[in-house]
């Protein structure tokens, strides 16, 4: 194979990897706009607020230290070395369970039948809140997280796609990130899990009837307000999946909170009602993305990156607007 | 054919005999801003029998049902069922204690199967919360293998065992229909509403759906409320009519009643009250 080939596949593969990172956020939103038709703003400031949490737990931070310490003019920072990984990714998920619980009860509770721009704009406000609430809690320094995830580039891969290379030409192998595959391995395997905990569980058919019709569901003796807590939990979960890979990634701080940004475009090319077509969206992104900046990017001066992918959503729209796999909707008059 | 609901449920026995008053409504009023929707209404519903609500178009009947599912809250009145007099109850609440229901414009879970479907029938008869479902995945199989039999009969009684896999959404409508009653029926219901259960159909789907009534009633005792609008089914189908009009009771009783009481003729023929 020749290098520009290989180069190729090099980025495909980096593209589809990058875009399996958008696919979590992407999914989160999902899982929330089918169940209750709500556009949540605050996902991102979600896996944020996951990640903070995390990483205070497990560097043994006391929360909410700035604050105890302005008002008593104590010194506290640290209460110890802090717990184990597992340990604290346990904590971590009990306290989105509970602001998912606290969520729908000081929230969502008191939105029932509102329009959906009302609770989008609850959603924006919730966002402002809990990125204040993790500042708070947490501080405001940049992280890093370490849950014992592989990182760096992969020797192995890199010695074994340099054999593929035409005899003779100058090749050194294909850059490919550890992080990145891991990632990508626990995300196949969250959505194969949520795949199935939808299809093959009662809970998970409570779930489909609720995204279904909210009044046909009431009807059968589901409760939506527990559904609504369940459906905030799983999204506090997949937050937290995606806090930690893009924690791992690139330190928790406080713009991760705006990769919520990026799975915007992933979502109108996927469907705001399609889990699989927020997979499938992220991987075009994260592709397209990777082969614009590429190939396009040099003619352009570069940094096609940053806005590729909203264009390409643009594009979309135009011709289709439900996303590829979403819902039709067709409006009877 | 005999049927037998398994043991999974059972929640919804009371000691009622038949006969006795299962569903009772006092001067119920309701109203939309000023749309006055129902006004003063009061019935009951006794246990084992077919009770029609008929009545022109708007007269509130879906908002009567409404009421006694938990959709609308009334103003005025109450509403004592099994019993037990109930304040602002929600629909799923309704749901918990016995009462099912089906919809004027059919409210399936289009894009679910036919099983699936009525398998969120068999919600209110699971033993454990659906928190418990979601972690502890092994007995909660064997709970859903009992429900899954359950539903086998209703599919089985209801003659559909060809679509069981078809997404519901897919179906004819006369069909979607026998799907939706099956999903009602899957709760083991103590009190069965159906709204225009026939609205739309042909006639063999009728005699078919009529058939279906009748059966439940017969052969589980389940008690039956209905809104229809085909008087030959209305009058042939049921124990008791009740006629509304404009939100108020006009008539109650027997079928041969209502046929006779001048102002129920009145309203469905349109002639004003003046002479």
């Known amino acids: 194979m020749s290098p520009a080939f290989l180069n190729f596949i090099e980025i495909v593969l980096n593209g589809l990897m990058a875009g399996i990172m958008y696919s979590l956020v992407a999914l989160g939103f999902v899982l929330i706009f089918k169940a209750s038709g709500i556009f949540n703003f605050a996902q991102g400031v979600m896996a944020l607020f996951a990640a903070l949490t995390l990483v205070g737990l497990q560097t043994g931070q006391v929360p909410f230290s700035h604050l105890i310490n302005a008002i008593f003019g104590t010194e506290l920072h640290h209460w110890g070395s802090g717990l184990h990984t597992v340990l604290a990714i346990l904590f971590t998920m009990a306290l989105m369970i509970l602001l998912a619980w606290v969520i729908e009860r000081v929230v969502l509770k ?192 570069g940094a096609i990156e940053n806005w590729f992918a909203y264009m390409l959503a643009l594009a979309f729209l135009l011709v289709r607007p439900q996303g590829l796999f979403g819902d039709r909707i067709i409006e009877r008059i | 054919m005999n049927m037998h609901y398994s043991s999974a449920g059972g929640a919804h026995r009371d000691n009622l005999a038949k006969g006795e008053t299962l569903l009772q ?104 919360n659906m928190l418990w479902h979601a972690l502890w995945h092994g007995p909660a199989q064997m709970e859903e293998l009992e429900h899954r039999a359950a539903v ?65 009633n017969h052969q589980f005792g389940t008690t039956i409320a209905l809104i229809e609008h085909d008087m030959g089914v209305v009058m042939d189908l049921s124990d008791r009519v009740m006629v509304l009009d404009y939100g108020r009771k006009i008539g109650d009783g027997t079928p041969d009643d209502v046929r006779k009481n001048r102002d129920v003729i009145d309203a469905y023929l349109g002639v004003s009250h003046d002479d």
Request: charged share 20%; aromatic share 8%; proline share 3%.
């Open chain 2, 152 to 216: 086998e009969k209703i599919i089985d009684f209801l003659e559909i065992e060809a679509i069981r896999k078809t997404p519901s959404g897919r179906l004819p409508y006369g069909l979607q229909k026998r799907v939706e009653l099956g999903r009602a029926l899957a709760a083991e219901p103590a009190l069965l509403l159906l709204d225009e259960p026939m609205a739309g159909m042909n006639l063999e789907e009728k005699e078919d759906m009529s058939r279906f009534i009748l059966d439940v």
């Open chain 1, 110 to 301: 008191h939105l029932v039948n509102q329009e959906p721009i009302i609770l989008f704009m609850a959603t924006i406000g919730l966002a402002y809140f809990l990125e204040g609430f993790g500042d708070l809690m947490w501080g405001s320094d940049v992280k890093v997280l370490d849950v014992g995830l592989p990182s760096g580039g992969s020797l192995w891969w890199e010695d074994v796609t340099r054999t593929w290379v035409t005899e003779g030409s100058e090749y050194w192998g294909m850059y490919i990130d550890r992080l990145d595959v891991a990632a990508t391995s626990v995300a196949v395997i969250l959505v194969v899990g949520l795949s199935a905990f939808s299809q093959y569980t009662a809970t998970g058919r409570a779930l489909r009837a609720v995204a279904d019709d909210h009044q046909a569901a009431m009807s059968v003796g589901i409760s939506l307000r527990t559904i609504w807590v369940i459906v905030w939990s799983i999204a506090g979960f997949v937050a937290l999946v995606a806090g930690i890979m893009w924690g791992s990634k690139s330190g928790v701080q406080f713009s991760l909170s705006l990769i919520a940004l990026k799975a915007l475009p992933v979502l109108i090319l996927g469907g705001f009602t399609s889990i699989p077509g927020a997979i499938v969206g992220g991987l075009i992104i994260g592709v397209g993305e990777k082969l614009a900046e590429a190939y396009v990017g040099p003619l352009v001066g």
């Open chain 2, 25 to 128: 409504v006092d001067n119920i009023s309701l109203s939309f801003g000023g749309v006055k929707a129902i006004q003063d209404v009061s019935f009951d519903i006794k246990k084992g029998e077919i009770r029609a609500i008929i009545g022109p178009n708007g007269a509130g009947k879906t908002s009567m049902l409404n009421v006694i599912n938990g959709f609308y809250h009334p103003q005025e009145g109450t509403i004592t069922f099994r019993g037990k007099e109930r304040r602002r109850m929600r629909p799923h609440v309704a749901a918990q204690q016995g009462i099912s229901r089906t919809f004027q414009n059919i409210a399936l879970f289009k894009g679910m199967s036919v099983l699936d479907n009525i398998m969120t029938g068999r919600m209110t008869l699971q033993k454990r």
